[in-house]
């Protein structure tokens, strides 16, 4: 089935700083790639809808400036942390859809845990 | 009202048991209906993907949709201590964006 990849799995970072995160499809192409957001025991939230050669779309509330999301390639997005803070620590996940097959679901990856301290 | 309900549970079962897990909504227009199911620090893994209403079995899961009642359930036949995780639904009115329940916490004890 389609395999999507997302790296790193874990960082923890200082205040201020900017931290990458990147999801691939590995054996499809995706126009279109998802970023959530998970806090603990909670569900997944949305955050934006990554679209490849184009700007994203980000839902109510979540700030662009700050997260800001790269879909250069039909394999790769990437969502970076602007001058994270320790409110920004979560568990993001990004989500992707092989769209040759019409009677499967997203795919997700395996999420990367942000701590800022 | 959130778009979608479910019962965080948590939930426990002996080794063997069916478990059936629940998730209702409001929206009448979604058509699209996913169960995952996610470990601790991990991310949400597929186990049912369906259309519309009726029912869909996998092996030992069994998703129903009843667009009627807006209610949708899964259900897992001889469970497993495997099975322990934590389960999530998902709908869409287009297939493209999705709205997820807050996860229902099952365990099961060997």
């Known amino acids: 089935g389609a395999v999507v990849s997302q790296h790193p799995s874990w960082v923890i970072c200082k205040s201020g700083t900017s931290v990458k995160i990147e999801c691939r499809s590995l054996d499809f192409q995706a126009t279109t790639m998802f970023w959530y957001r998970q806090f603990p025991k909670q569900s997944l939230m949305l955050m934006a809808t990554s679209n490849e050669g184009s700007k994203a779309t980000y839902e109510q509330g979540v700030e662009k400036d700050k997260f800001l999301i790269n879909h250069a390639s039909l394999t790769l997005s990437t969502l970076t942390v602007t001058s994270a803070h320790p409110e920004d620590s979560s568990f993001y996940i990004c989500?992707?859809?092989?769209?040759?097959?019409?009677?499967?679901?997203?795919?997700f990856g395996s999420g990367t845990r942000l701590t800022v301290v | 009202q959130k778009e979608v309900e479910q019962d965080p549970g948590p939930l426990s079962v002996p080794e063997g048991a069916i478990v059936s897990l629940n998730c209702t909504y409001s929206n009448s227009a979604f058509q699209y209906f996913m169960w995952y199911r996610q470990y601790s620090r991990k991310g949400p893994e597929l186990l049912m993907y369906t259309y519309s209403s009726g029912n869909k079995e996998d092996g030992r899961f069994t998703a129903q949709v009843d667009k009627s009642s807006k209610y949708i359930s899964l259900f897992i036949r001889d469970s497993q201590p495997s099975d322990s995780a934590t389960y999530l639904c998902a709908m869409s009115v287009s297939g493209n964006q999705f709205y997820f329940g807050t996860g229902t916490s099952l365990t099961v004890i060997p």
């Open positions: 989500s992707a859809r092989d769209q040759r097959h019409s009677s499967s679901g997203y795919t």
